[in-house]
């Protein structure tokens, strides 16, 4: 053990490598390459040894001393994800809970763009890998049967919605790979077997979108809220908190109401006479000055607002280690989620961070619509966030740094980055500061939509006309409810709405993660600020806050309070 300081560390790297060999594609994720040629089993009988293994490793660690607060916080997080996540998995619900943002099937196209793709070597990887997603998928096709046969479902939508995800892949997604990657490591598509193996994958996509259809959906739910038993699980799984839903509602439709009332401020100003926030949106999108076009220029455009980020803010409100001041910019695969996304640095920091932007085919972009996104996605976000932990290795353990994520944390703190942008001067511009508030009025309504949906809440009284719906007062949320209000009060394309209200529905309290993350933060930097007036120092505030890991928001408050300056 003369290698990691604490008991608690090295039992925290040996997880890490076993639960890496359980799951080939986290290992990958995590930059852990010995599996790179292998996908995962997703049958019930491997998640019912998962189960087995996770109360293994719990009763373990129960029994593990901590030497100081750094293992305290350690064992802290760790116990705590172990256990919700073993809460999710006995019950079934994480096998039957899938959308098109997390499944199976996407795990599977995604760790193609996470892997090394450079010698033969990797291509011989990469063959191995294609050919084993016929089985991977069948294992889940199987755990499918075997569910919907005891009667634990998933809803129609989500299994309707990954069908036509897998048709998307089934369309030639996985011999493209094989193209791309013989191509990058140097050798012929053909003869290295990587086009048959990518080809046969594309193959068992589409047989899998069909029985999807023709056979689960008609078992699936017909119904799409999963109701208070499920949610709360799933809110302490994303958000690592005690919650109080009715109040979170409560509160999310009030932040709601004051971020509509400072977008009709400036609305004003973008676009006099506008009788709709739609409007603004639409003059603004028609301002040739505020539009890139083509994907290489839009890429470009984005890494620049990670550069200039970083210029901005390095020395002054943050030190940002040499080895992570590249955070890339690549457009997503076809068939993701309609909203941009970040995947972190490999663990050795070979791979560099990487923010994604899925184009759903347009050509033309609006910048106002993006600007605090990135900041949100890179620095000071989720790339400042994830490169520090994984920079952390004395004060965090292994599974701090690579299974530790929590989406209220995460989630939270890139929200406060966007803000903190806003308040630093980085969105004075009334264009970028529209897209701002877009942003802050859709979190805000997906703590309305989700826990409206999921608990089949009455809409506020005061809710009024919702684009082409009439007054929707006490109405029951719905899908298309929920649809119109990220449309009409927080300025979303309709294609992106539908996905994204097909997200909520999929991962139940997650969505909710952001808004309240970042109102935990904001209350901890406030609480720091009064308690230690004058001698306050933000930066240093931050430093303290990443350095610690990612945790669950409860605990977060504990350990901010313990910020001394």
């Given at each position: 053990?003369?290698?990691?300081?604490?008991?608690?560390?090295?039992?925290?790297?040996?997880?890490?490598?076993?639960?890496?060999?359980?799951?080939?594609?986290?290992?990958?994720?995590?930059?852990?390459?010995?599996?790179?040629?292998?996908?995962?089993?997703?049958?019930?009988?491997?998640?019912?040894?998962?189960?087995?293994?996770?109360?293994?490793?719990?009763?373990?660690?129960?029994?593990?001393?901590?030497?100081?607060?750094?293992d305290r916080i350690g064992k802290a997080v760790m116990a705590e994800r172990l256990?919700?996540?073993?809460?999710?998995?006995?019950?079934?619900?994480?096998?039957?809970?899938?959308?098109?943002?997390?499944?199976?099937?996407?795990?599977?196209?995604?760790?193609?763009?996470?892997?090394?793709?450079?010698?033969?070597?990797?291509?011989?990887?990469?063959?191995?890998?294609?050919?084993?997603?016929?089985r991977a998928l069948a294992s889940w096709r199987q755990a499918l049967g075997e569910?919907?046969?005891?009667?634990?479902?998933?809803?129609?939508?989500?299994?309707?919605?990954?069908?036509?995800?897998?048709?998307?892949?089934?369309?030639?997604?996985?011999?493209?790979?094989?193209?791309?990657?013989?191509?990058?490591?140097?050798?012929?598509?053909?003869?290295?077997?990587?086009?048959?193996?990518?080809?046969?994958?594309?193959?068992?996509?589409?047989?899998?979108?069909?029985?999807?259809?023709?056979?689960?959906?008609?078992?699936?739910?017909?119904?799409?809220?999963?109701?208070?038993?499920?949610?709360?699980?799933?809110?302490?799984?994303?958000?690592?908190?005690?919650?109080?839903?009715?109040?979170?509602?409560?509160?999310?439709?009030?932040?709601?109401?004051?971020?509509?009332?400072?977008?009709?401020?400036?609305?004003?100003?973008?676009?006099?006479?506008?009788?709709?926030?739609?409007?603004?949106?639409?003059?603004?999108?028609?301002?040739?000055?505020?539009?890139?076009?083509?994907?290489?220029?839009?890429?470009?455009?984005?890494?620049?607002?990670?550069?200039?980020?970083?210029?901005?803010?390095?020395?002054?409100?943050?030190?940002?280690?040499?080895?992570?001041?590249?955070?890339?910019?690549?457009?997503?695969?076809?068939?993701?989620?309609?909203?941009?996304?970040?995947?972190?640095?490999?663990?050795?920091?070979?791979?560099?961070?990487?923010?994604?932007?899925?184009?759903?085919?347009?050509?033309?972009?609006?910048?106002?619509?993006?600007?605090?996104?990135?900041?949100?996605?890179?620095?000071?976000?989720?790339?400042?966030?994830?490169?520090?932990?994984?920079?952390?290795?004395?004060?965090?353990?292994?599974?701090?740094?690579?299974?530790?994520?929590?989406?209220?944390?995460?989630?939270?703190?890139?929200?406060?980055?966007?803000?903190?942008?806003?308040?630093?001067?980085?969105?004075?511009?009334?264009?970028?500061?529209?897209?701002?508030?877009?942003?802050?009025?859709?979190?805000?309504?997906?703590?309305?939509?989700?826990?409206?949906?999921?608990?089949?809440?009455?809409?506020?009284?005061?809710?009024?006309?919702?684009?082409?719906?009439?007054?929707?007062?006490?109405?029951?949320?719905?899908?298309?409810?929920?649809?119109?209000?990220?449309?009409?009060?927080?300025?979303?394309?309709?294609?992106?709405?539908?996905?994204?209200?097909?997200?909520?529905?999929?991962?139940?309290?997650?969505?909710?993660?952001?808004?309240?993350?970042?109102?935990?933060?904001?209350?901890?930097?406030?609480?720091?600020?009064?308690?230690?007036?004058a001698s306050f120092d933000l930066k240093a505030w931050h430093a303290y806050g990443?350095?610690?890991?990612?945790?669950?928001?409860?605990?977060?408050?504990?350990?901010?309070?313990?910020?001394?300056?």
């Amino acid at each position: 053990m003369a290698e990691f300081r604490s008991e608690l560390f090295a039992f925290a790297h040996r997880y890490i490598d076993e639960a890496s060999r359980r799951s080939p594609i986290e290992a990958t994720d995590r930059g852990i390459a010995d599996y790179d040629d292998r996908l995962d089993d997703f049958s019930r009988d491997h998640a019912l040894d998962e189960e087995v293994f996770l109360r293994s490793t719990l009763r373990e660690l129960e029994h593990i001393e901590v030497l100081d607060d750094l293992d305290r916080i350690g064992k802290a997080v760790m116990a705590e994800r172990l256990a919700t996540t073993l809460r999710l998995v006995e019950t079934g619900e994480q096998r039957r809970t899938f959308s098109v943002l997390h499944s199976p099937a996407s795990a599977v196209r995604n760790v193609f763009e996470m892997q090394a793709a450079e010698t033969p070597e990797h291509a011989e990887n990469l063959r191995a890998r294609l050919q084993d997603v016929r089985r991977a998928l069948a294992s889940w096709r199987q755990a499918l049967g075997e569910d919907s046969g005891a009667g634990l479902v998933a809803a129609r939508r989500q299994c309707l919605g990954v069908s036509r995800q897998l048709d998307t892949y089934a369309s030639g997604a996985f011999a493209g790979i094989a193209r791309r990657v013989a191509s990058s490591c140097g050798v012929d598509a053909e003869e290295s077997g990587l086009l048959a193996a990518g080809a046969d994958a594309d193959r068992a996509c589409g047989e899998l979108a069909e029985w999807m259809r023709d056979v689960y959906a008609p078992r699936a739910d017909p119904s799409d809220p999963v109701g208070a038993e499920r949610y709360g699980p799933w809110t302490s799984f994303y958000n690592g908190a005690d919650l109080d839903v009715a109040e979170l509602y409560d509160w999310g439709w009030e932040e709601l109401k004051r971020i509509n009332a400072r977008m009709w401020e400036i609305g004003a100003d973008l676009a006099p006479g506008a009788e709709r926030l739609h409007d603004v949106a639409a003059a603004l999108d028609a301002d040739e000055r505020r539009v890139v076009h083509g994907t290489d220029a839009l890429l470009q455009e984005l890494r620049s607002l990670t550069d200039g980020a970083i210029e901005m803010l390095e020395g002054v409100h943050f030190d940002i280690d040499e080895r992570v001041r590249v955070c890339e910019a690549r457009l997503a695969p076809e068939g993701s989620m309609a909203a941009p996304y970040y995947t972190g640095p490999s663990e050795d920091l070979t791979r560099p961070g990487i923010t994604w932007y899925p184009t759903l085919g347009h050509t033309s972009f609006s910048m106002w619509r993006n600007v605090s996104t990135w900041y949100h996605e890179s620095v000071p976000g989720h790339h400042l966030q994830v490169s520090t932990s994984l920079l952390e290795k004395d004060r965090q353990t292994r599974f701090q740094r690579l299974d530790g994520f929590v989406s209220g944390y995460g989630e939270g703190w890139a929200l406060y980055a966007e803000r903190l942008m806003e308040e630093l001067g980085a969105l004075d511009d009334l264009g970028n500061e529209m897209g701002y508030l877009s942003k802050q009025a859709m979190r805000a309504a997906r703590v309305v939509v989700d826990v409206g949906m999921h608990l089949s809440l009455p809409a506020p009284k005061d809710i009024g006309r919702l684009g082409p719906l009439e007054d929707a007062a006490g109405r029951v949320w719905d899908a298309e409810m929920a649809v119109a209000l990220l449309v009409e009060r927080a300025l979303v394309a309709n294609d992106r709405a539908v996905s994204e209200v097909d997200r909520y529905l999929g991962t139940p309290g997650q969505a909710i993660a952001y808004k309240v993350g970042e109102r935990v933060w904001l209350e901890c930097r406030e609480e720091a600020r009064r308690r230690l007036g004058a001698s306050f120092d933000l930066k240093a505030w931050h430093a303290y806050g990443l350095k610690l890991g990612p945790m669950g928001l409860d605990p977060l408050v504990e350990e901010m309070r313990r910020f001394s300056g």
